[in-house]
């Protein structure tokens, strides 16, 4: 890691420590005073759950074993669990100026508790979802599976891969492509985490996403290069008559227009780009692309982030026809953070590519 990323992470991580201080502050501070609870245990509330996610990381990550594991499992979920806090609270913040609400902070209690276990029993699921695209000048069909944010770790497991490949065998795809953040932030990576992709029979390609870029993008290449992934550095392949184009992430803008400029890209020829963020369609629609395929925006994941999430990127979810130019954006076969997901699904991607 550079000294400018070492800086962007500390200045990024206290950032961080501050939101997450002052949310679980409100929240904290809020329902115990509706639930009456004494003003010492809820400071010390405060300060465990404030500092229990930065610990349980570290823990994880130096001294793993069952225990840090149960830590940062717990600390992950206390996420998902603070944002329905806050919505609840703010939605009986608006109410309580109209109307006295009796017993407002066990109502609260009760309806997060029921959100926090719907989303997280809709997070084991896993859906595969078939969506076909019309491509010029290819002369046969071509069947894509595209997995996307998997974000393999603490949470996300070895036993969670196993489960995503005996979905994807079946389909028996012509290529397989992984468009970012295979890994996750919590327990290191080790040799063997990605035998499981071994399996497949097609091609695997695989571009890095923001996650691999935090974990060390070298010691991510290192390991995959023992495996059947086909690492994409900036750079094309070919699929009988298709350009299978790999960009690796960067924070910087105009970097996927930068590097497609620098690729000598066959206009006559049907061409894939990978790509982990939806951004950058513009610059791939010019360099004669026919299909951007991306992740990155998980759908939001949980309600409402998906709002939030639209004020950063335009396409967040599903396919888009661009006037000639098709772009998928993958909700994102894993989770990020906590075992959680309201308003979006963990999917695999079967893509049909149709000769017109």
Known sequence: MTMNMRIQFVIYFLVFLLIYTSLN?????RLGGLLGLGRNILY???????????????AERVFPNIFSKFFFTASAF????????????????????????????????????????????NATGIVVKEVEVPVENLEKDVSIVQLSDLHLGT?????????????????????????????????????????????????????SGNH?????????????????IRVLRNEIVDYDDIQIIGVEYSEDNGHLGKELKNLKIDKTK???????????????????????????????QIIPFNFFVKIFFKHIKGLYDLEGMFLYVSPGTGTWGPYMRLGSR????????IAK
């Open 25 to 29: 502050s409100y929240v904290v501070l």
């Open 44 to 58: 010390l509330w405060i300060v465990i759950v404030t500092f229990s996610l930065p610990v349980a990381v570290y």
């Open 78 to 121: 206390w996420m998902g669990i603070l944002l329905f806090m806050v919505c609840s609270l703010m939605i009986y913040e608006a109410i309580r100026p109209f109307y006295n609400i009796p017993y407002a902070g066990i109502i609260i209690v009760i309806v997060v508790s029921v959100l926090s276990i719907v989303s997280i029993i």
């Open 155 to 207: 949470i996300r497991n070895s036993a969670f891969l196993a489960r995503v490949i005996e979905k994807v065998i079946p389909l028996d795809p012509d290529i397989v492509m992984i468009t970012g953040d295979l890994i996750d932030a919590g327990a290191r990576i080790h040799e063997g985490m990605f035998n499981e992709f071994n399996r497949f029979g097609a091609p695997v390609y695989f571009v």
């Open 212 to 228: 691999e870029v935090y974990e060390g993008i070298e010691e991510v290449y290192s390991i995959l290069d023992n495996t059947k």
């Open 270 to 300: 049907p061409a894939v780009l990978m790509y982990h963020s939806p951004d950058g369609y513009e610059n791939a629609k010019q360099a004669g692309i026919d299909l951007q395929l991306a992740g990155h925006t998980h759908n939001g």
């Open 346 to 353: 963990n999917e695999i991607t079967l893509l049909k590519l």
